[in-house]
């Protein structure tokens, strides 16, 4: 019974998706452009990229330990790593396999407390 | 000869631009499969035949709006709450766009593809790597989304099929999409020519957090972030 109701959902869903993607190309293609689109081209893709990792630290609890220790060190091991090599994929790699270390042991609790 | 000839440079221009999507690739991919798997694994676990699983991910290709579908399909919710919680979860992707409009120009045939996989990730990877000169962008924007749409859709076959028998833990593997997205900033950070829009991310996301629903943060942040880029760019200009 309720495959039919998630069926529904799901083509919904896929409307409006799509429909979010395809908004701004739908609006400008056929008009002249605003000047204020140069600005957005230019400075979104910089603005959006650090919000994206400020995004993935939403669930993050700050108030129980670590105290997003973890995420804070693997993130700042990522850029530190980044910034000295420029190995994108070394960075991305030896931050996530520290981070799947330390979330399954408890070296930074104990550390704190 | 010359129609050989013809042939084996878009051959050439194929591999090369699907190695280098590849390479750009391979975090999302390391993000993507275990993600796709919980998704799969939640399509499942709520009773829904695992072909659904496959179909929204095939057909919607956003993380978070595909297991907001499922909750509120399981939780009852009523189809306008169900629509007014997609468009706002998505609308995040219209601010997307907006930069995308005179990169998209010229991608012809494909453009619609493009639009329709714009996810976080494929967005971050296609405004924040260079493209070499020895394949043409836009068939390197294909093939980056059409691969990472490949990532999400074999995770989430994986999730539906296997995943209650899968006995690995995947878990902490999705850090390699805030890895990436780290790197990518740095990216942005070296050629920016101008460092406000990290200020202003930094101001709107730091208030987003603090005051906005996590589901919403996003889209909230980016609002206040684009308030603070135009008022910047308007000041200057006046100046």
């Known amino acids: 019974m309720l495959d039919d109701d998630l069926l529904l959902v799901v083509l919904v869903t896929a409307l409006i998706t799509a429909f979010t993607r395809a908004l701004p190309f739908l609006f400008f293609s056929n008009r002249r452009q605003p000047k204020y689109l140069r600005v957005i081209e230019r400075d979104f ?23 997003g220790l973890t995420e804070l060190l693997c993130i700042f091991i990522v850029a530190g790593l980044h910034i000295w090599k420029n190995n994108a994929l070394l960075s991305i790699f030896v931050g996530t396999i520290l981070y799947m270390y330390l979330i399954r042991s408890e070296v930074l609790i104990n550390i704190l407390i | 000869m010359e129609g050989e000839q013809e042939v084996l440079c878009i051959e050439d221009e194929h591999k090369s631009s699907m190695l280098q999507a590849f390479r750009k690739t391979i975090p999302v991919m390391f993000g993507y499969i275990p993600l796709g798997i919980a998704f799969g694994l939640l399509v499942t676990h709520y ?16 993380g978070a709006g595909q297991f907001l579908a499922v909750a509120l399909t399981v939780a009852g919710a009523g189809m306008i709450e169900i629509v007014l919680s997609m468009l706002f979860l998505n609308l995040r992707h219209s601010f997307f766009g907006l930069s995308l409009i005179n990169r998209f120009a010229r991608t012809g045939k494909i453009k619609p593809y493009l639009i329709f996989g714009m996810t976080d990730e494929t967005y971050a990877l296609i405004t924040g790597t260079h493209v070499s000169e020895n394949a043409p962008a836009p068939m390197i924007y294909g093939y980056i989304t059409g691969l990472n749409h490949l990532y999400w859709v074999t995770g989430s076959l994986l999730g539906a099929l296997i995943g209650q028998f899968m006995d690995i833990d995947l878990s ?47 889209l909230i ?15 200057r200009k006046d100046a």
């Open chain 1, 45 to 67: 893709p910089p603005m959006i990229m650090l919000l994206l990792v400020l995004y993935c630290l939403r669930d993050v609890a700050w108030d129980i330990a670590p105290f």
């Open chain 2, 47 to 62: 009773g829904f035949h695992w072909g659904y699983s496959v179909l929204m991910s095939l057909l919607i290709f956003s």
């Open chain 2, 172 to 218: 902490g593997l999705e850090f390699a999409l805030t890895a990436l997205f780290v790197v990518l900033s740095i990216e942005q950070y070296r050629t920016a020519r101008t460092k406000f829009p990290f200020i202003a991310a930094l101001i709107a996301g730091g208030l987003a957090m603090i005051f906005a629903e996590s589901r919403n943060m996003l």
């Open chain 2, 221 to 235: 942040s980016i609002i206040i972030g684009s308030l603070l880029l135009m008022s910047y760019e308007g000041g």
